[in-house]
């Protein structure tokens, strides 16, 4: 049984797109960052880490959770997010304790180590 996590320190939302929908995903990324308080990170156009496709990170505080999420749920265009905690587990954060926007992917979550 793995170690009960007790604390949300943010989340993230890992937004995906291709060469052929990255300007909709630049219209996903300004219009969530005119609207909520977070953080935008860089665009990543192949893929890094664990992630299997080109991306960029939405990063927010837990108290954005209930405005940020809906949103995208209701603006994301048909591109796949993943949102994810962050507890400091990053294998569980992504895998056990994340809900997906659209289709989900296959994580390399070995990338991790």
Known sequence: MSEQQSEITGYHAHVYYDPGT?????????????????????WHDVPVGPHP??????AFQPE????VVPWLMLNREDLDILVHPSTGDHVGDHQDRSLWLGTRLPLRLGRFG
Request: aromatic fraction near 10%; avoid cysteine; glycine fraction near 10%.
């Open 64 to 67: 954005e959770f209930a405005k």
């Open 53 to 58: 496709k080109a991306m960029y990170q939405v």
């Open 22 to 42: 990255k300007d909709t995903a630049n219209r996903v990324r300004e219009g969530v960052g005119a609207r909520f308080e977070v953080v935008l990170g860089r």
